[in-house]
């Protein structure tokens, strides 16, 4: 699929690597709403406009070109001292050496190679989420440690998917969160040009709400909505029936702000979500039940909510 929309979003965080964060951001948003593919993405601006970015997709396992981007010689040299001898999962080893990385690359970059972005993608899942907190906390140390080399601005970015790890996090001074939602409608409207989709705009925002991997998942379906609830009721939603039980599973199908700790169990299966309403580089969603969005709680999309009703009808 082409890249769409993402502006405003790309527009925030690279005005704040060019002034420059005092915190790591941990970007957060529902299950492939397309962080790393907007991480990547202001990763290349910032290589392309002679900043030093660097992005690791913490999960990788043994091939360099997918734990790193972008491999330029530099970072070639520099890796093949830093990773000689140690065994895969790469991803993981890069996401714990960051700091030998960054300052090999910054004493061999050009002068104007002053302002870094870094971003380490998943590295909870990777590290697991208890070295979640130690771990954040030492990115703060090494943006201490950056402005110490003489670097003007910089920022660093975490992307996470799982609502433990936001929670974890929103306890410390040392980090701060960020939502980064599904793409507006217009956004998803372009998309859908590009791909010259058979499925009408407005059906598409009832079932996928702007979700691009869900997007992906009914064109695999032939642009079925039945078969994709259908598919989602079975696969994610009937255990989620069995974790939280018939009244609540029904009652947040209604409203999402409706049960607050069953909504915290279906944020731990990836179904809902927790919604910042300030702290959001993405227009945050307005409450609309249809689309399973309340004020502090929603549906991570209106599919997974039709899932719920499609399951719910039939037991
Ligand atoms: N702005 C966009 N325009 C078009 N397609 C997009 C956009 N953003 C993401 N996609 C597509 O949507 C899919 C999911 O994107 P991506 O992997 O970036 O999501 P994610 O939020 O990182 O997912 P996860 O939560 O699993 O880490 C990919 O196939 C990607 O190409
Ligand atoms: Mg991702």
Same mark, same amino acid.
């Given at each position: 699929m082409c890249f769409s929309d993402r502006e405003q979003e790309a527009g925030k965080l690279l005005g704040l690597y060019r002034r420059g964060a005092a915190v790591p951001i941990l970007v957060y948003g529902?299950? !492939?709403? !397309?962080k790393s593919t907007l991480l990547r993405y202001i990763v290349w601006r910032v290589d392309r406009d002679g900043g030093l970015g660097v992005y690791i997709d913490a999960l990788s396992g043994g091939d360099l070109e997918e734990a790193i981007y972008p491999l330029t010689s530099a970072m070639r040299s520099i890796l093949a001292d830093l990773l000689a001898g140690t065994a895969p999962p790469l991803g993981r080893v890069l996401a714990v050496r960051l700091w030998d990385l960054l300052r090999g690359l910054l004493m061999r970059a050009e002068a104007e190679r002053r302002r870094v972005l870094v971003v380490v993608d998943d590295v909870y899942r990777a590290l697991g989420l208890e070295e979640a907190e130690a771990y954040t906390k030492r990115l703060y140390e090494l943006l201490g440690r950056l402005y110490g080399l003489g670097v003007e601005s910089a920022l660093v970015v975490v992307a996470t998917s799982e609502g433990a790890s936001r929670r974890l996090l929103a306890r410390h001074s040392y980090a701060s969160t960020s939502l980064l939602w599904n793409l507006a409608r217009e956004g998803l409207g372009e998309l859908l040009s590009q791909i010259e989709a058979p499925i009408g705009a407005e059906e598409a925002w009832r079932i996928t709400g702007g979700n691009p991997r869900l997007l992906g998942r009914l064109a695999e379906l032939e642009w079925s909505p039945g078969r994709l609830v259908e598919e989602l009721a079975e696969q994610r939603l009937a255990e989620a029936l069995e974790a939280v039980g018939r009244e609540a599973l029904e009652k947040l199908a209604e409203d999402p702000d409706s049960e607050p700790n069953a909504a915290r169990r279906l944020e731990d299966m990836n179904l809902m979500i927790r919604l910042s309403r300030v702290a959001s580089l993405s227009p945050p969603p307005e409450p609309d039940r249809e689309l399973g969005v309340g004020r502090d709680w929603a549906w991570q999309t209106p599919a997974y909510r039709l899932a719920a009703l499609h399951l719910l009808e039939r037991r």
């Open positions: 529902p299950e !492939g709403s !397309g």
